[in-house]
């Protein structure tokens, strides 16, 4: 039987946890766009709130629509062992396989970024600024989730091995804690991304093969640490909150040898790379020359009603706490 308080203080934990956390998936796309050609500069430079502020859309989404949860993750393990090589890489042959209710149950976020990829092409084509902007900002919060251990695993927030918690902690509260101290994002450029499937599939596979460290280092750890110790009092958002405590966070950062780091970099160019390559398989259209196509209001109602399922959400969160 689960004890009280660890519920209780994973119930705290994951009231603002999704994926990278509104934080990681912010400063992923906020420094995707440094690594752009001057020619994609000046659109997404001038429009870096924009981009930034709703990278997070996709997870606020997750409250008011119910078909959204599978476009974040993949739980790859169901399909047998790494590298899984029985489930087919196009959808349609992974449906007829497994059946459609099936795939979607475990995921698709292999597939999902592939088709936002193909919008976001499309969207250049178009020469459409608002959907350019809206397109990018999202992506870039699937192609992040892709990178994340725990989203290519069924134990996705270890509530099969008695660690849950450990979702929001891995993504949310070490990136908030050490991102802007002690991670270095000096970065390269965007690159063209030649085959996109394969990228895709590639970094879900390292997402893959890296979750069973995120989940044995943290037991390990945990051993280490008297609850005392391992849990603290601290205020977030006006409140006292009880999560991980820092002593407990750093230390394990440093058993993972900058994984964290590592994943949230490579988010970072993949993201840069994916706005790229859709803008050069587009043509390369004169960014400087796009109309100053304002947003719909069926676009801006959208950003109304995703922002109150959130907020709303959050409310009913504290009113159980």
Same mark, same amino acid.
């Given at each position: ?41 000046? %659109? ?5 709130? +924009?981009?930034?502020?709703? #990278?997070?859309?996709? /997870?606020?989404?997750?409250?008011? &629509? ?111 804690? %050490? ?5 270095? +994002?000096?970065?390269?450029? #965007?690159?063209?991304? /030649?085959?996109?499937?394969?990228? &895709? ?121």
């Amino acid at each position: 039987m689960k004890k009280i308080v660890l519920c209780c203080i994973c119930c705290a934990i994951s009231i603002c946890c999704f994926c990278w956390g509104f934080y990681g998936h912010q400063r992923i796309n906020y420094y995707a766009v440094f690594l752009l050609p001057p020619e994609m500069m000046v %659109l997404y430079k001038p429009n870096i709130q +924009f981009i930034t502020d709703h #990278a997070v859309d996709p /997870d606020k989404r997750r409250y008011a &629509v119910a078909a959204e949860a599978p476009k974040h993750f993949i739980d790859i393990d169901f399909y047998g062992s790494y590298p899984y090589r029985q489930l087919p890489r196009k959808y349609d042959e992974a449906v007829e396989k497994y059946t459609e209710d099936t795939v979607i149950a475990r995921g698709i976020v292999p597939w999902w970024i592939q088709i936002m990829e193909q919008r976001l092409t499309s969207a250049f084509k178009e020469k459409n600024r608002a959907k350019i902007l809206k397109l990018s900002a999202e992506i870039g919060h699937y192609i992040a989730d892709s990178h994340v251990p725990l989203h290519a695993s069924s134990n996705h927030d270890g509530q099969l091995s008695n660690q849950k918690g450990i979702h929001g902690f891995w993504e949310s509260r070490i990136p908030e804690l %050490l991102a802007e101290k002690e991670f270095d +994002f000096m970065i390269g450029k #965007a690159t063209y991304i /030649d085959n996109i499937p394969n990228y &895709v599939w590639q970094r879900v596979l390292e997402s893959s093969a890296a979750s069973d460290t995120v989940l044995k280092d943290e037991a390990v750890l945990t051993k280490q640490f008297p609850v005392d110790k391992k849990y603290a009092f601290e205020e977030r958002n006006g409140k006292m909150l009880r999560q991980y405590s820092s002593q407990f966070t750093i230390a394990y950062n440093k058993m993972l040898n900058g994984m964290i780091e590592r994943r949230m970099r490579l988010s970072i160019s993949s993201v840069a790379s994916f706005w790229y390559t859709a803008w050069v398989n587009a043509g390369q259209p004169d960014l400087k020359t796009l109309q100053n196509v304002a947003f719909t209001e069926e676009d801006l109602k959208e950003f109304e009603t995703l922002n109150d399922a959130w907020k709303n959400s959050v409310l009913k969160g504290r009113e159980h706490e």
